[in-house]
C-alpha cells in the first residue's frame, strides 16, 4: 500500500512540476532556435523574459530534420526565430515561414563569420599528401557538406560563438529594448563564460598526444580550424564509405598514430567501429546538439588530452 501511495504521490508531484513549467511561460513571448546550443546562449542573454522554442531535438541531424507541425505552429507565434544559418533545412523552412508568417523576424546567426568551404574529394593519398601542408588549420576536412560547399557547425567554434551571441543580443534589444541593460549584463556574463571556455579548452589540448582525430561526421571542422587540429570525416559525401576509403583512412590513421574516433548521438557505430578495432583506438560518442555547450566542447577537449574522465558524464 505504501508503494501505490508513494507512486501516486510522484506522479501528482511530477504533474504538478509540469504544470509550473508551463504556467512559467504563460503570457510569455516567444523565440524560436534550430539547436539546443542556440536555446542555451539565448537563455544566458535573455532569463525568464522569454518562453524558447527548439526545433531540432537532440539525437537528430539538424541538416535533414524535418520539424514536426506542433513544433512549426510555435515557431509561427515566435517574434524572432534563431538559424543557425547554413544547416541543411533551415533555407526552406525559414522561406515558408517568411511567406505565411510575415511578422516573424528571422535573424542569421552566422552572420559576419568566417564560415569554411567545405571539401568535394575523396580520401585518396594524392589528395590527402597534396593538403597535408595545411593540415594543422583543419583544412583537410572531408566530405564537409559538398553540397552547399559551407560546413554549418559554426557552434563547435568558442571564436565563432562570440560572433553569433551578438547577433543573438542584438536582435533581442531591438525586440525589447525596455530590458536592454538586463539583456547587456546577462550578455557580458556569457562572454566571459565563453572566453573562459576557449581557455580551458587550449590548456587542455596544449599537451595532447596527438592532433589528428577521426569523426564519423564532420562536425568539428571550426573546432580543429581553431585549436591546430586535423579531423578526419569517415563519412563519405553524405554516405557511408566503401571499403577501400575505410582502408585508406586506416592507412593515414596509422601514419598520424591516431587513437581516438568520434561519432555523434544518434549515428551508426559500425564503420567507426570497424576501424577502431584496426587501429586500436577508443569510440567516443559525443552530442554536439547537448544543451550543455560549453561542458561538452570540454569534454571533447579532454578525450583528446587523454584527460576524459574528468569530463565524462
Not at 205 to 211: H, V
Request: glycine share 6%; net charge negative; with cysteine.
Amino acid at each position: 500500500m505504501q508503494k501505490y501511495l508513494y507512486i501516486i504521490l510522484l506522479s501528482a508531484l511530477t504533474l504538478a512540476c509540469g504544470s509550473g513549467t508551463r504556467n512559467n511561460n504563460e503570457g510569455k513571448r516567444m523565440l524560436t532556435v534550430t539547436i539546443e546550443p542556440q536555446r542555451y546562449f539565448l537563455d544566458q542573454i535573455v532569463g525568464n523574459a522569454f518562453a524558447i522554442n527548439t526545433l531540432v531535438p537532440p539525437g537528430s541531424s539538424p541538416e535533414t530534420y524535418e520539424p514536426a507541425p506542433s513544433v512549426m505552429v510555435d515557431m509561427a507565434k515566435s517574434d524572432i526565430y534563431f538559424m543557425v544559418g547554413d544547416l541543411g533545412f533551415e533555407n526552406a523552412w525559414s522561406k515558408r515561414l517568411a511567406e505565411n508568417n510575415p511578422n516573424v523576424a528571422i535573424v542569421n546567426c552566422s552572420e559576419g563569420i568566417e564560415r569554411m568551404e567545405g571539401h568535394d574529394h575523396s580520401h585518396d593519398q594524392e589528395h590527402y599528401h597534396a593538403h597535408d601542408h595545411d593540415h594543422h588549420h583543419g583544412d583537410i576536412t572531408a566530405h564537409v557538406h559538398a553540397h552547399s560547399g559551407v560546413d554549418p557547425h559554426v557552434w563547435s567554434s568558442p571564436r565563432a560563438v562570440k560572433v553569433l551571441v551578438r547577433n543573438m543580443l542584438d536582435a533581442v534589444v531591438k525586440l525589447d529594448p525596455d530590458n536592454e541593460e538586463t539583456f547587456r549584463t546577462n550578455f557580458d556574463t556569457l562572454s566571459v563564460k565563453i572566453e573562459r571556455t576557449d581557455s580551458l579548452i587550449r590548456d587542455l589540448l596544449k599537451d595532447a598526444p596527438s592532433k589528428s582525430f577521426i569523426i564519423y561526421h564532420p562536425a568539428l571542422g571550426y573546432f580543429a580550424r581553431d585549436y591546430g587540429l586535423h579531423q578526419i570525416s569517415i563519412e563519405f559525401e553524405g554516405k557511408s564509405p566503401s571499403p577501400s576509403q575505410i582502408k585508406e583512412i586506416v592507412d593515414v590513421a596509422r601514419k598520424e598514430k591516431i587513437n581516438t574516433i568520434f561519432i555523434e548521438r544518434g549515428f551508426d557505430t559500425k564503420n567507426a567501429s570497424v576501424i577502431a578495432q584496426e587501429i586500436g583506438a577508443e569510440v567516443f560518442e559525443i552530442d554536439l546538439l547537448r544543451y550543455e555547450w560549453d561542458e561538452e566542447l570540454l569534454r571533447i577537449a579532454a578525450i583528446l588530452a587523454h584527460k576524459a574522465n574528468e569530463y565524462l558524464r
